[in-house]
């Protein structure tokens, strides 16, 4: 049986227009421990090449602040930039694994804040949006499922959270029938 090759990103630029990229598709803020998490899926990056990344994207490409005990990424003007005009010069495999695993984790954080259920959707660069569907057990508190619904465009998207957000233990029942 022959292996696929892992691609991974190794020089300091690409993993700063990744870092950039994921902040952008997102659409929010990220923890250096998200950051952390999401770029060590598959081993995409090196743990120390994207600390050295970290260290040299502030006050140019990202905002640093302090969150909860935890750094935290936002991009400044120039950081969004970059990720429009170069995201595509990173391999399409990675910015696509990068971004899903960016939606779970970041969804699944937002679970951690005593919620049964978490909703964000993030748009990528053609258009299209990923939803991330958390959604706790009600008499343990762990997770119960974890979807992800890709759609062709933002108001789908928009639509979609909006229904489930509307009554999120009928969407859960829904599943846990669906699912029987």
Same mark, same amino acid.
């Given at each position: 049986?022959?292996?696929?090759?892992r691609?991974t990103?190794?020089?300091?630029h690409s993993i700063?227009?990744?870092?950039c990229?994921?902040?952008y598709?997102?659409g929010c803020?990220l923890?250096k421990?998200?950051l952390?998490?999401?770029?060590?899926?598959?081993q995409?990056v090196?743990?120390?090449?994207?600390?050295e990344a970290l260290?040299?994207?502030?006050?140019?490409?990202?905002?640093?602040?302090e969150l909860d005990?935890?750094t935290?990424?936002?991009?400044?003007?120039?950081?969004d930039?970059a990720?429009r005009e170069?995201?595509s010069?990173l391999?399409?495999?990675?910015? @696509? /694994?990068?971004?899903?695993?960016?939606?779970k984790?970041?969804t699944?954080d937002a679970?951690?804040? #005593? $919620?049964l259920?978490?909703?964000?959707?993030?748009?990528?660069?053609d258009?299209?949006c990923?939803?991330?569907?958390s959604?706790?057990d009600?008499?343990?508190g762990?997770q119960?499922?974890?979807l992800?619904?890709?759609?062709?465009?933002k108001?789908?998207? @928009? /639509?979609i959270?909006?229904?489930?957000?509307?009554?999120?233990a009928?969407?859960s029942?829904?599943? #846990? $029938?669906?699912f029987?």
């Amino acid at each position: 049986m022959k292996t696929v090759p892992r691609i991974t990103v190794k020089d300091t630029h690409s993993i700063r227009i990744l870092v950039c990229h994921l902040i952008y598709s997102l659409g929010c803020p990220l923890k250096k421990q998200q950051l952390i998490e999401i770029t060590s899926l598959e081993q995409a990056v090196n743990y120390f090449d994207l600390i050295e990344a970290l260290d040299g994207m502030e006050e140019n490409l990202c905002t640093v602040s302090e969150l909860d005990g935890d750094t935290l990424y936002a991009n400044t003007k120039l950081g969004d930039a970059a990720a429009r005009e170069f995201s595509s010069d990173l391999p399409a495999s990675v910015r @696509e /694994k990068m971004f899903e695993e960016a939606v779970k984790v970041y969804t699944r954080d937002a679970m951690k804040k #005593d $919620k049964l259920y978490a909703v964000r959707y993030a748009e990528s660069l053609d258009g299209s949006c990923t939803i991330g569907i958390s959604i706790k057990d009600d008499k343990t508190g762990k997770q119960k499922y974890y979807l992800n619904i890709c759609t062709g465009d933002k108001d789908s998207a @928009e /639509k979609i959270k909006n229904k489930i957000k509307t009554d999120p233990a009928q969407f859960s029942a829904y599943l #846990d $029938k669906y699912f029987e």
